[in-house]
């Protein structure tokens, strides 16, 4: 069963349940479409950060011209840059590339720390949609990335948590602009996996509950353009949209 936050009518932030088919969540017998301008959906966790993770594609590696890397490569996002899926969604000005990056996200279910590969499964909530959006212009001139990724806005997020029965061990993600596929792959491909990914952030930070894991985008990265309309799928969860909006 797929789980959402919302907003309903009177202002008040629920959590119901999620039909990816309809596109609809209902709370309390009551059920709303998605799109009904009365109800606000939200991402479907609050995280304290999002750790996000670098190359874990070896195609994406290559459009970047970088190396794959030996170790998962980490990066943060912090609560700010956090979107509403059915948003519009502001990006920073005066950049000559802000890039879209359509990621499937492992929602965190438990505090955690030092967690081994064989148990990480055991602390994941499950799954979601995000887009990893990109200021390439500063990003290529720091080190540590935080214009380049951390800036508000830069993780629209959604539209509901799956649970990990839910979503295939090569599930597929696919980014399209405005209706055009641009990004297409699956977990498959990923360098890696889930559980030596929560195995590697674990040794090092503690993880709570509603926390997120980015893991990554396939190749096909590209740049946003003003009034562009984003969708990013993941196979088992649905479609986070978002349109974009360059001041």
């Known amino acids: 069963m797929h789980h959402a936050r919302f907003r309903d009518p009177a202002g008040t932030v629920r959590e119901g349940t999620y039909d990816p088919d309809a596109e609809t969540v209902a709370f309390a017998g009551e059920e709303y479409a998605v799109d009904d301008d009365a109800i606000d959906l939200l991402p ?41 899926p059915g948003s519009t969604v502001t990006v920073p000005s005066g950049k000559d590339r802000i890039d879209w990056e359509a990621e499937i996200a492992v929602v965190i279910g438990e505090q955690c720390k030092d967690v081994s590969a064989d148990d990480a499964m055991d602390v994941v909530a499950g799954f979601t949609c995000m887009n990893d959006i990109s200021n390439r212009d500063d990003q290529n001139r720091e080190q540590n990335w935080v214009r380049g990724k951390a800036f508000d806005n830069a993780a629209p997020l959604g539209p509901a948590l799956a ?19 641009r990004q297409s792959s699956d977990r498959s491909f990923f360098i890696f996996d889930v559980p030596t990914l929560i195995e590697e952030i674990t040794t090092y930070m503690t993880l709570e509950a509603g926390d997120v894991i980015a893991t990554g985008t396939p190749e096909g990265v590209g740049a946003l353009s003003d009034g562009d309309t984003v969708e990013v799928e993941v196979e088992g969860v649905g479609i986070l949209e978002h349109d974009v909006r360059i001041p």
């Open 44 to 84: 479907p966790t609050e995280p304290s950060k999002i750790v996000c993770v670098g190359r874990n594609y070896a195609k994406h590696a290559e459009e970047l011209g970088n190396d794959v890397p030996d170790r998962p490569l980490l990066f943060l996002k912090p609560p700010n840059a956090v979107a509403n």
């Open 163 to 181: 649970t990990p029965d839910e979503v295939p061990a090569d599930a597929s993600v696919e980014l399209r602009i405005n209706g055009e596929t």
